[in-house]
């Protein structure tokens, strides 16, 4: 962190407001639209201030009536409206005149969260919302913190005044909160910190300002010397009272005494608010992020809100990014309040040292922030000179609907923060689907030439970028690009592979494939098992125009011949019948296994028994096959098998004929096996009835 001259004395708030550091770039319009979209909260308008009040504001002039807030009546919990008497000025009760401006910013910030029956916060983002100061969470349970570090950090700027202390309670069980007197996911302040030869403490405060407090053992195991629980001293720290120079006066209501092996063990999180004089230079971007379509965890980053920054001279940098709130809907008073989707969900900044440019896949170095269930995330960096990083936005489990941000850098030199730089001028997206009759898998699979497949066409030199997405799921998934004319691909070759994604990865996939000619190709999109089912997003960049289209992998402009439903009966596992043919014609088959069952009448249900078909040419010893599906292996009928365009000749037909054969494999007791099949052709065609044979 920055340093900073000791002062004598802490600093207040307000003194250190007129230096803080001012955003030093204009607000694009869609900025400040965002803005003004994020003061609209509950039904109520919250203006952005344009610069800071002037004290004439505050002065109630000739003629001018006190203010009276007309949104006054605030959502009140159950438990404050059964004692709830009336709204009241400070003034009319006797003895309250003084807690005017605490009341006053108390219910500000309680009307931006929608009342005082809201879900809850913690004591980072309330400060940062209340003050403006720079919210860090540190989880004190991690194994990435360095106790003694974090101490001289705190202790030092807490001397100077320069942070705000507070620590959060986790989840506690009843009998943990009467062993220790501490509140379950609470927060408590912390008002001073000493430090002694062989002990360091802090002085913790209930917000509460009364009840339970830290309830220290002594070493021999009984309790403490707290009274009723309300100003509890641990007797481990006596000794410690009489080290520090003036002795330790007794603690207020409210507050007590904790060492820091306690704090470390009892509380979950510290929560540190910086001050803004820290630094001497700042920059703001808001922005808008639409997760309507985001596959949460298992989408590629590709599309996140990602932005560039530099810094000439290096240093030390502060990234803070801050989720704008949200009107959410709300039960009625007299009912018991939930928490809304709007109030849910984890984020985190990413920097990578990646020269700016957007980025598409987290397999590179880079550093993070923290996932938090906050508003607000910090990621601390060092930058080398002339540093030209990309930052970008993440997110695990957030309503899926538009949110709005705050990406905020600050440092001690002059920095600049700007989109990503996207070196793809054109972009074209396509949707698509993996069904049952489309799921190939992966291109080791026979049907891998069923997969969804896209033609692009290049009219000049381009580096080429394929982002493949599931809508939803983790599905394993590839995308490749082949040379292929732009026709579709029925075999794949290593030859004509231009570029793929590698191996098979959950959710997404990318490729990028540099200085691809012009020309047409194919871009096949596969899961890794056969039929895995799912929808997908297909985002394809160019540096110029191109045309992607969908194609389809059954052949078109020919007869299609749906034959009627071949069985197989219990112990068969071979189907034959004759084709003909009046002329030469090129044809393809599909066959695709319709079901099992116990009786022929019942094979309608789902089978996935291994199927092959193939033609052949005559019968008996010599007997010639002309093609086969699946290079002569047998493979999932669920999914269908194929085979791919072959030359039939009509005197073939007449002299030795041409056989159409089905072959099964696999348990054959008691089941009999339903196949349908289809037959492109250039002419028509006739089958005959099936034979079989065992």
Not at 149 to 172: E, Q, S
Request: contains cysteine; hydrophobic residues 35%; glycine residues 8%.
């Amino acid at each position: 962190m920055p340093l900073r001259k000791p002062k004598p004395r802490l600093r207040c708030l307000c003194d250190m407001q007129s230096r803080e550091p001012l955003p030093s770039r204009s607000l694009s319009t869609r900025e400040q639209i965002i803005l003004l979209e994020s003061s609209r909260l509950h039904g109520c308008r919250f203006p952005p201030w344009q610069k800071p009040p002037d004290i004439s504001e505050f002065e109630l002039g000739q003629d001018q009536t006190k203010f009276i807030d007309t949104d006054a009546d605030l959502r009140l919990s159950s438990t404050q409206l059964a004692v709830f008497g009336g709204w009241k000025r400070p003034e009319e009760i006797q003895g309250l005149s003084s807690l005017l401006w605490p009341a006053l910013i108390e219910k500000a910030y309680l009307k931006i969260r929608g009342g005082y029956d809201f879900p809850g916060s913690n004591s980072g983002s309330d400060l940062w919302a209340l003050s403006g100061w720079i919210p860090e969470q540190v989880f004190l349970h991690s194994e990435e913190v360095e106790r003694e570090a974090l101490w001289r950090r705190i202790l030092n700027a807490f001397k100077y005044g320069d942070v705000l202390i507070t620590l959060g309670t986790g989840r506690f069980s009843k009998f943990e909160e009467r062993k220790t007197g501490l509140i379950s996911e609470h927060d408590y302040a912390v008002i001073d910190l000493q430090e002694s030869d062989t002990q360091r403490r802090v002085l913790v405060k209930n917000p509460w300002s009364r009840g339970v407090g830290w309830i220290a053992y002594n070493g021999g195991g009984g309790e403490s010397n707290a009274k009723d629980c309300v100003e509890p001293v641990s007797l481990s720290l006596a000794a410690l009272d009489k080290e520090l120079d003036g002795g330790v006066q007794d603690p207020e209501p409210g507050t007590f005494w904790m060492n820091m092996n306690d704090v470390f063990q009892q509380f979950e999180s510290l929560y540190l608010n910086w001050n803004l004089g820290l630094f001497t230079h700042r920059v703001d971007v808001h922005f808008s992020w639409d997760l309507l379509q985001r596959n949460g965890g298992w989408a590629s980053v590709g599309n996140n809100p990602q932005y560039q920054l530099y810094s000439k001279v290096g240093g030390t940098v502060w990234l803070l990014l801050s989720r704008h709130l949200k009107s959410s809907g709300r039960v009625p008073q007299d009912c018991s309040s939930t928490v809304s989707a709007s109030d849910t969900g984890f984020i985190s900044v990413y920097l990578y040292h990646d020269k700016g440019d957007r980025i598409y896949l987290t397999d590179g170095p880079c550093t993070r922030s923290p996932y938090v269930d906050s508003l607000n995330t910090l990621l601390k960096v060092e930058l080398s000179k002339n540093a030209r990083c990309t930052v970008v936005v993440s997110e695990q489990q957030l309503d899926r609907s538009r949110h709005n941000f705050t990406l905020s850098a600050f440092s001690l030199q002059l920095l600049s923060m700007s989109e990503a730089y996207d070196p793809y001028r054109s972009r074209t997206v396509r949707s698509g689907e993996w069904t049952s009759a489309t799921a190939g898998g992966n291109a080791s699979s026979a049907c891998h030439f069923q997969n969804p497949q896209f033609s692009i066409h290049l009219s000049q030199l381009s580096d080429v970028s394929l982002l493949l997405e599931l809508v939803a799921g983790e599905l394993p998934i590839h995308v490749k690009l082949m040379r292929t004319d732009g026709k579709p691909v029925r075999f794949v070759m290593t030859r004509d592979i231009v570029g793929d994604s590698g191996e098979y990865r959950k959710g997404h996939a990318y490729a990028e494939i540099r200085n691809v000619p012009a020309g047409r190709y194919t871009i096949i999109c596969s899961t890794f098992e056969q039929g895995q089912l799912g929808r997908f997003t297909l985002h394809v960049r160019t540096m110029l125009d191109c045309t992607v289209e969908r194609l389809s992998t059954r052949p078109a402009g020919r007869f299609v011949s749906q034959l009627p439903t071949a069985v197989f009966g219990p112990q068969i596992d071979r189907l034959w019948a004759m084709m003909r043919c009046t002329r030469l014609t090129r044809l393809s088959v599909v066959a695709r296994s319709h079901g099992t069952a116990n009786t022929l009448s019942d094979w309608h249900k789902p089978s996935d028994l291994p199927l092959k078909v193939s033609l052949e040419l005559g019968q008996g010893p010599m007997k010639r096959v002309l093609a086969v599906s699946g290079n002569d292996e047998f493979c999932n009928g669920y999914y269908g098998v194929q085979i791919d365009d072959v030359d039939i000749q009509s005197y073939e037909c007449a002299q030795s004929g041409i056989w159409m054969v089905l072959e099964r494999a696999g348990p054959l007791e008691l089941h009999s096996q339903g196949v349908t099949i289809e037959v492109y052709s250039d002419v028509a065609i006739e089958v005959g009835s099936f034979y079989q044979s065992s």
